[in-house]
Protein backbone atom coordinates (compact mmCIF):
# COMPACT_ATOMS: atom_id res chain seq x y z
CA UNK A 1 0.00 0.00 0.00
CA UNK A 2 1.60 3.66 -0.80
CA UNK A 3 0.12 6.32 1.41
CA UNK A 4 -0.93 10.39 -0.19
CA UNK A 5 -0.93 12.61 2.70
CA UNK A 6 -3.10 15.49 1.32
CA UNK A 7 -2.49 18.97 2.17
CA UNK A 8 -5.66 21.77 3.40
CA UNK A 9 -4.96 24.99 4.75
CA UNK A 10 -7.92 26.55 6.30
CA UNK A 11 -10.56 23.36 4.88
CA UNK A 12 -9.47 24.09 1.64
CA UNK A 13 -7.32 21.38 -0.33
CA UNK A 14 -3.90 22.32 -1.92
CA UNK A 15 -4.47 21.82 -5.96
CA UNK A 16 -0.92 19.88 -5.39
CA UNK A 17 -2.76 16.88 -3.59
CA UNK A 18 -4.19 15.72 -6.44
CA UNK A 19 -1.19 16.17 -8.20
CA UNK A 20 0.11 13.82 -5.76
CA UNK A 21 -2.21 11.51 -5.94
CA UNK A 22 -2.46 10.95 -9.96
CA UNK A 23 1.81 10.68 -9.34
CA UNK A 24 0.81 7.94 -6.88
CA UNK A 25 -1.50 6.44 -9.10
CA UNK A 26 0.94 6.08 -11.82
CA UNK A 27 3.38 3.77 -9.50
CA UNK A 28 0.77 0.98 -9.71
CA UNK A 29 0.54 0.43 -6.10
CA UNK A 30 -3.27 0.69 -4.17
CA UNK A 31 -3.35 4.30 -2.66
CA UNK A 32 -4.47 5.31 1.02
CA UNK A 33 -4.82 9.19 1.21
CA UNK A 34 -4.19 11.03 4.63
CA UNK A 35 -5.54 14.49 5.47
CA UNK A 36 -4.49 15.80 8.73
CA UNK A 37 -5.78 18.92 10.73
CA UNK A 38 -9.12 19.80 12.67
CA UNK A 39 -12.84 19.70 11.00
CA UNK A 40 -11.10 17.67 8.13
CA UNK A 41 -14.30 15.97 8.22
CA UNK A 42 -15.75 18.03 5.18
CA UNK A 43 -13.00 16.87 2.62
CA UNK A 44 -13.53 13.50 2.76
CA UNK A 45 -16.00 13.32 0.25
CA UNK A 46 -13.95 15.37 -2.06
CA UNK A 47 -11.18 13.23 -1.88
CA UNK A 48 -12.95 9.71 -1.80
CA UNK A 49 -13.80 10.03 -5.38
CA UNK A 50 -10.05 9.66 -6.11
CA UNK A 51 -9.90 5.54 -6.92
CA UNK A 52 -8.11 5.25 -3.56
CA UNK A 53 -8.16 2.22 -1.23
CA UNK A 54 -9.24 3.99 1.58
CA UNK A 55 -9.26 8.06 3.30
CA UNK A 56 -8.24 8.34 6.15
CA UNK A 57 -8.60 11.56 8.16
CA UNK A 58 -6.70 12.36 10.88
CA UNK A 59 -8.61 15.09 13.40
CA UNK A 60 -6.65 16.26 16.48
CA UNK A 61 -7.14 19.89 17.68
CA UNK A 62 -3.32 20.35 18.45
CA UNK A 63 -3.22 19.86 14.09
CA UNK A 64 -5.79 22.65 13.70
CA UNK A 65 -3.03 25.03 13.10
CA UNK A 66 0.04 23.66 11.19
CA UNK A 67 3.59 22.69 13.09
CA UNK A 68 6.28 20.63 12.01
CA UNK A 69 6.16 18.84 15.61
CA UNK A 70 2.60 18.10 15.41
CA UNK A 71 2.51 17.05 11.91
CA UNK A 72 6.01 14.38 12.31
CA UNK A 73 4.48 13.23 15.42
CA UNK A 74 0.80 12.14 13.60
CA UNK A 75 2.61 11.21 10.11
CA UNK A 76 5.09 9.27 12.30
CA UNK A 77 2.28 7.53 14.62
CA UNK A 78 0.00 6.94 11.25
CA UNK A 79 2.88 5.52 9.50
CA UNK A 80 3.54 2.83 11.69
CA UNK A 81 -0.07 1.99 12.35
CA UNK A 82 0.09 1.56 8.73
CA UNK A 83 3.32 0.20 6.94
CA UNK A 84 2.83 1.77 3.85
CA UNK A 85 5.55 0.59 1.15
CA UNK A 86 6.17 4.50 -0.06
CA UNK A 87 4.47 7.85 1.21
CA UNK A 88 4.12 10.51 -1.68
CA UNK A 89 3.80 14.27 -0.38
CA UNK A 90 2.80 17.53 -2.61
CA UNK A 91 6.29 19.15 -2.89
CA UNK A 92 4.50 22.56 -0.91
CA UNK A 93 6.53 24.81 1.14
CA UNK A 94 4.41 23.17 3.97
CA UNK A 95 5.93 19.66 2.88
CA UNK A 96 9.87 21.20 2.80
CA UNK A 97 8.95 22.09 6.38
CA UNK A 98 8.39 19.34 7.51
CA UNK A 99 9.57 15.82 5.55
CA UNK A 100 12.84 16.15 6.11
CA UNK A 101 12.08 16.38 9.91
CA UNK A 102 10.02 13.32 9.33
CA UNK A 103 12.22 11.03 7.26
CA UNK A 104 14.92 11.80 9.98
CA UNK A 105 12.44 10.49 12.63
CA UNK A 106 11.66 7.48 10.81
CA UNK A 107 15.74 7.22 9.43
CA UNK A 108 14.44 6.75 6.12
CA UNK A 109 15.34 8.04 2.74
CA UNK A 110 13.73 10.96 0.87
CA UNK A 111 13.60 12.02 -2.40
CA UNK A 112 12.53 15.74 -3.46
CA UNK A 113 10.88 17.48 -6.13
CA UNK A 114 10.07 14.21 -8.17
CA UNK A 115 9.36 14.82 -12.23
CA UNK A 116 8.72 11.56 -13.15
CA UNK A 117 8.33 7.62 -12.17
CA UNK A 118 10.01 4.26 -13.88
CA UNK A 119 10.19 1.30 -13.39
CA UNK A 120 13.62 -0.98 -13.55
CA UNK A 121 12.31 -4.15 -12.79
CA UNK A 122 11.66 -4.89 -9.79
CA UNK A 123 12.63 -1.08 -8.68
CA UNK A 124 11.21 2.46 -8.58
CA UNK A 125 13.20 5.08 -10.05
CA UNK A 126 11.92 8.65 -9.28
CA UNK A 127 12.95 11.24 -12.04
CA UNK A 128 14.19 14.74 -10.37
CA UNK A 129 15.91 18.00 -11.74
CA UNK A 130 19.47 18.74 -10.87
CA UNK A 131 21.82 21.43 -11.53
CA UNK A 132 19.10 24.17 -11.38
CA UNK A 133 16.62 21.88 -14.35
CA UNK A 134 19.59 21.76 -16.72
CA UNK A 135 19.86 17.46 -16.15
CA UNK A 136 16.97 14.84 -14.93
CA UNK A 137 18.73 12.19 -12.80
CA UNK A 138 17.13 8.93 -12.09
CA UNK A 139 17.35 8.04 -8.38
CA UNK A 140 16.31 4.43 -6.72
CA UNK A 141 15.75 4.86 -2.82
CA UNK A 142 17.79 2.13 -1.06
CA UNK A 143 17.08 0.78 2.16
CA UNK A 144 13.85 -0.65 3.96
CA UNK A 145 10.34 0.62 3.24
CA UNK A 146 8.35 3.01 3.24
CA UNK A 147 10.80 5.24 0.79
CA UNK A 148 9.29 9.27 1.01
CA UNK A 149 9.03 11.49 -2.32
CA UNK A 150 7.81 14.65 -2.99
CA UNK A 151 6.04 15.16 -6.39
CA UNK A 152 7.35 18.81 -7.70
CA UNK A 153 4.18 21.04 -8.27
CA UNK A 154 2.99 20.79 -12.38
CA UNK A 155 4.80 17.46 -13.06
CA UNK A 156 1.33 15.64 -13.10
CA UNK A 157 -1.91 17.25 -13.65
CA UNK A 158 -4.39 17.31 -11.04
CA UNK A 159 -7.04 16.26 -13.65
CA UNK A 160 -5.44 13.13 -14.54
CA UNK A 161 -5.85 11.48 -11.47
CA UNK A 162 -8.39 8.51 -11.68
CA UNK A 163 -11.62 8.65 -10.34
CA UNK A 164 -13.07 5.47 -8.28
CA UNK A 165 -16.32 3.91 -9.92
CA UNK A 166 -17.53 4.35 -6.23
CA UNK A 167 -16.49 6.48 -3.23
CA UNK A 168 -13.55 5.26 -1.28
CA UNK A 169 -14.15 4.57 2.22
CA UNK A 170 -13.44 7.10 5.07
CA UNK A 171 -12.22 6.17 8.20
CA UNK A 172 -10.91 8.33 11.20
CA UNK A 173 -7.42 7.61 12.77
CA UNK A 174 -5.71 8.74 16.06
CA UNK A 175 -3.23 11.35 15.94
CA UNK A 176 -1.80 9.99 18.84
CA UNK A 177 -0.55 13.58 19.85
CA UNK A 178 0.78 14.38 23.21
CA UNK A 179 0.67 18.43 23.18
CA UNK A 180 3.54 18.91 25.00
CA UNK A 181 5.52 17.70 22.63
CA UNK A 182 4.72 20.22 20.45
CA UNK A 183 7.45 22.58 20.98
CA UNK A 184 6.10 25.62 17.90
CA UNK A 185 3.81 28.30 17.57
CA UNK A 186 2.12 28.37 14.17
CA UNK A 187 2.51 32.08 12.77
CA UNK A 188 0.47 32.76 9.12
CA UNK A 189 2.09 31.72 6.18
CA UNK A 190 3.67 34.58 4.17
CA UNK A 191 3.28 36.81 7.47
CA UNK A 192 6.67 38.54 6.89
CA UNK A 193 4.97 39.69 3.35
CA UNK A 194 1.70 41.16 3.81
CA UNK A 195 1.03 41.12 -0.06
CA UNK A 196 2.59 37.41 -0.74
CA UNK A 197 0.85 35.52 -2.59
CA UNK A 198 1.13 31.58 -2.97
CA UNK A 199 1.55 31.81 -6.91
CA UNK A 200 1.35 28.10 -7.13
CA UNK A 201 -2.64 28.15 -6.58
CA UNK A 202 -3.08 30.90 -9.36
CA UNK A 203 -5.24 29.32 -12.47
CA UNK A 204 -4.18 32.07 -14.61
CA UNK A 205 -0.57 33.55 -14.51
CA UNK A 206 0.56 36.51 -16.72
CA UNK A 207 4.77 37.01 -16.22
CA UNK A 208 6.69 39.82 -17.51
CA UNK A 209 10.18 39.33 -18.25
CA UNK A 210 13.41 42.16 -19.21
CA UNK A 211 11.82 42.49 -22.26
CA UNK A 212 9.12 45.28 -20.15
CA UNK A 213 12.17 47.62 -20.20
CA UNK A 214 10.77 49.64 -17.59
CA UNK A 215 9.23 49.88 -14.14
CA UNK A 216 7.20 52.17 -15.48
CA UNK A 217 5.71 49.71 -18.20
CA UNK A 218 4.58 46.87 -15.52
CA UNK A 219 1.05 49.06 -15.74
CA UNK A 220 0.26 47.15 -19.10
CA UNK A 221 1.52 43.60 -17.58
CA UNK A 222 -1.07 44.39 -14.87
CA UNK A 223 -4.16 45.47 -17.16
CA UNK A 224 -4.07 42.72 -18.98
CA UNK A 225 -3.40 40.38 -15.85
CA UNK A 226 -6.55 42.14 -14.46
CA UNK A 227 -8.63 41.42 -17.30
CA UNK A 228 -7.51 37.42 -17.63
CA UNK A 229 -8.70 37.60 -13.87
CA UNK A 230 -5.01 36.44 -13.10
CA UNK A 231 -1.93 36.87 -11.21
CA UNK A 232 1.06 38.88 -12.09
CA UNK A 233 4.69 37.33 -11.99
CA UNK A 234 7.50 37.89 -12.93
CA UNK A 235 11.21 36.52 -13.80
CA UNK A 236 14.64 37.02 -11.89
CA UNK A 237 15.54 39.95 -13.01
CA UNK A 238 12.24 42.03 -12.83
CA UNK A 239 12.26 40.90 -9.40
CA UNK A 240 15.88 41.51 -8.67
CA UNK A 241 15.98 45.36 -10.15
CA UNK A 242 13.15 45.63 -7.16
CA UNK A 243 9.87 46.38 -9.81
CA UNK A 244 8.36 43.64 -8.67
CA UNK A 245 8.50 41.70 -5.12
CA UNK A 246 10.78 38.81 -4.76
CA UNK A 247 7.40 36.59 -3.71
CA UNK A 248 6.22 37.22 -7.19
CA UNK A 249 9.31 35.54 -8.90
CA UNK A 250 8.97 32.29 -10.75
CA UNK A 251 12.03 29.92 -11.64
CA UNK A 252 14.36 27.53 -9.89
CA UNK A 253 14.95 30.22 -7.34
CA UNK A 254 11.05 31.17 -6.98
CA UNK A 255 8.12 29.89 -6.81
CA UNK A 256 7.08 26.03 -8.79
CA UNK A 257 3.60 27.22 -10.78
CA UNK A 258 1.49 25.11 -13.35
CA UNK A 259 -1.80 27.20 -14.27
CA UNK A 260 -4.03 26.43 -16.44
CA UNK A 261 -2.47 29.36 -18.34
CA UNK A 262 0.74 31.27 -18.26
CA UNK A 263 1.42 34.26 -20.63
CA UNK A 264 4.61 35.17 -20.68
CA UNK A 265 5.57 38.86 -21.73
CA UNK A 266 9.47 39.81 -23.08
CA UNK A 267 10.52 36.78 -21.67
CA UNK A 268 13.57 35.05 -22.79
CA UNK A 269 13.03 31.12 -21.11
CA UNK A 270 16.42 30.95 -20.06
CA UNK A 271 16.17 27.29 -17.88
CA UNK A 272 16.30 28.72 -14.58
CA UNK A 273 12.82 30.24 -15.12
CA UNK A 274 11.46 27.41 -17.37
CA UNK A 275 12.19 24.42 -14.33
CA UNK A 276 9.49 27.06 -12.59
CA UNK A 277 6.73 27.37 -15.07
CA UNK A 278 6.90 24.28 -17.63
CA UNK A 279 4.00 22.50 -15.99
CA UNK A 280 1.81 25.26 -16.75
CA UNK A 281 -1.33 23.73 -19.09
CA UNK A 282 -1.26 26.45 -21.69
CA UNK A 283 1.46 28.70 -22.02
CA UNK A 284 1.27 31.85 -24.52
CA UNK A 285 4.72 33.42 -25.19
CA UNK A 286 4.94 37.05 -26.41
CA UNK A 287 8.89 38.13 -27.32
CA UNK A 288 10.61 40.23 -30.49
CA UNK A 289 13.36 37.58 -30.53
CA UNK A 290 12.38 34.50 -32.99
CA UNK A 291 14.79 32.34 -31.49
CA UNK A 292 13.58 33.08 -27.80
CA UNK A 293 13.85 29.57 -25.51
CA UNK A 294 10.70 29.97 -24.31
CA UNK A 295 9.29 29.31 -27.50
CA UNK A 296 10.59 25.82 -27.63
CA UNK A 297 7.90 25.25 -25.26
CA UNK A 298 5.33 27.74 -25.83
CA UNK A 299 1.72 26.67 -27.07
CA UNK A 300 1.64 29.55 -28.65
CA UNK A 301 4.04 31.88 -29.45
CA UNK A 302 3.75 35.33 -30.94
CA UNK A 303 6.71 36.99 -32.46
CA UNK A 304 5.93 40.63 -32.20
CA UNK A 305 6.40 43.98 -29.49
CA UNK A 306 4.50 42.85 -26.49
CA UNK A 307 3.82 46.89 -26.63
CA UNK A 308 1.87 46.66 -29.39
CA UNK A 309 0.63 43.28 -28.95
CA UNK A 310 -0.91 43.26 -25.16
CA UNK A 311 -3.03 46.81 -25.86
CA UNK A 312 -4.64 45.00 -28.35
CA UNK A 313 -5.53 41.76 -26.15
CA UNK A 314 -6.66 43.76 -23.72
CA UNK A 315 -9.22 45.65 -25.83
CA UNK A 316 -10.60 42.10 -27.00
CA UNK A 317 -10.96 40.67 -23.66
CA UNK A 318 -12.92 43.94 -22.18
CA UNK A 319 -15.47 43.81 -24.75
Known amino acids: MLLVVAEQRDGRLNRASWEAIAAAQQHGTPIQIAVLGSGVEALAS ?3 VADAHEIILIEDAALAQYT ?16 P ?3 FLPHTYQTRDFAPALAARLTRPLVTDVTGIKRDGEDVLYVRPVFQGKLNADVAASGPAPHLATVQIGAFRADAAKRGSAPAPVRKAAAGLDP ?3 RQ ?3 APFKE ?4 VDLSQAERIVAVGRGIKGQEHLKIAENLA ?5 ELAASRPICDAGWLPMDRQIGSSGQTVAPKLYVALGISGAIQHLVGMKGSRTIVAINKDAEAPIFEIADYGIVADLFEVVPAMIAELNK
Open 180 to 182: TKI
Open 226 to 230: QALGA
Open 68 to 83: ADGFVAALVALIGAEQ
Open 185 to 187: TAE
Open 46 to 48: ELA
Open 85 to 87: SHV
Open 193 to 196: AKQA
